[in-house]
């Protein structure tokens, strides 16, 4: 008998961490951006698990801080900063990322995810290690992977002629926490 869970926004978080190059990189800000619409499903056959797949709608983006800068990210920038990011993702015509496993392997810290990941029309071959906690009543999860924009055909946001840029390669971050009967 497969079981499956889902998880959500509601059992924890996705995060984004960008940071900043090009000669004047001291002037941008390193950012941390939240997603906030997020499904995550893993298919189990006994004890183990046998499928996962993480689905984020990209539109879901919420900037939570900018740290380095001239000065700190004000609302309004925050909004261009979204805006800005939108538009080198193309949400409107893939309102999607999307990652799932070809196989699951299990390792002394949790599971080696590995399987394909959709950005902007793109798939890559990707592995994601996956940390897991028994907490007694629930197990936590989390993972930390790196992502280059560029191999999806995202253009990082760029300003002052490019003196100023979103570096290539950002950080995601997943942090989970699901019941054991659930």
């Known amino acids: 008998m497969t079981v499956v869970w889902t998880l959500d926004a509601s059992d924890g978080e996705l995060l984004i961490r960008t940071g900043v190059s090009g000669r004047a990189a001291r002037m941008g800000h390193r950012l941390s951006v939240a997603m906030k619409r997020w499904q995550a499903t893993v298919g189990w056959a006994g004890t183990e698990p046998?499928?996962?797949?993480?689905?984020?709608?990209?539109?879901?983006?919420?900037?939570?801080?900018?740290?380095g800068g001239v000065k700190g990210l004000s609302?309004?920038?925050?909004?261009?900063?979204?805006?800005?990011?939108?538009?080198?993702?193309?949400?409107?015509?893939?309102?999607?990322?999307?990652?799932?496993?070809d196989t699951i392997d299990k390792t002394d810290e949790g599971y080696r995810l590995t399987g394909k990941l959709h950005i902007r029309g793109k798939s890559g071959e990707?592995?994601?290690?996956?940390?897991?906690?028994?907490?007694?009543?629930?197990?936590?999860?989390?993972?930390?992977?790196s992502v280059r924009q560029t191999e999806y055909g995202v253009k990082p946001y760029s300003l002052l002629m490019g003196s100023v840029r979103v570096a290539d390669q950002v950080s995601v971050s997943f942090t989970a926490v699901h019941a054991k009967g659930g």
């Open 126 to 145: 990707h592995v994601v290690d996956l940390r897991t906690e028994d907490l007694g009543e629930a197990w936590q999860m989390s993972a930390e992977t």
């Open 50 to 67: 046998v499928s996962a797949e993480l689905t984020v709608e990209v539109d879901s983006f919420e900037v939570l801080r900018g740290e």
């Open 75 to 101: 609302g309004p920038e925050k909004a261009l900063v979204k805006s800005n990011a939108l538009k080198s993702l193309n949400a409107g015509r893939y309102p999607e990322i999307r990652f799932t496993t």
